[in-house]
């Protein structure tokens, strides 16, 4: 595989993972410029695909911060990230995502 060309592991296929996988893709911002990622669904990109998913998670992290001490729902967590991300690709493990993410470290 050319250096310049890097999978990326999606971070929501295994939301077990959700904390660790944000540690490695903000590694991989660290590559060098002009690098092709190629994500788990979805086309290849620059690191414009890595930053939307540092971004999801850290909405979806401070979201699930404020939800438990304003006592918003996670459903609510769910919808705003619904709305904030439309398109944002593994609708189906949102919820998992969500909680997996709104476990005490």
Not at 1 to 12: E, Q, T
Not at 52 to 59: D, G, N, P, R, S
């Amino acid at each position: 595989m050319d250096a310049s060309l890097l999978s990326l592991v999606d971070p929501l296929v295994a939301p077990a993972y959700a904390r660790v996988v944000k540690r490695r893709l903000a590694e991989r911002l660290r590559e060098p410029a002009g690098t092709v990622f190629v994500p788990g669904h979805g086309a290849p990109g620059g690191r414009e695909i890595v930053e939307a998913q540092l971004t999801w998670f850290e909405t979806a992290e401070e979201g699930v911060r404020r939800a438990s001490s304003k006592g918003v729902s996670l459903e609510q967590v769910e919808e705003r990230l619904r709305e904030r991300f439309p398109g944002f690709l593994l609708e189906g493990v949102l919820r998992t995502a969500v909680r997996v993410l709104g476990t005490p470290r």
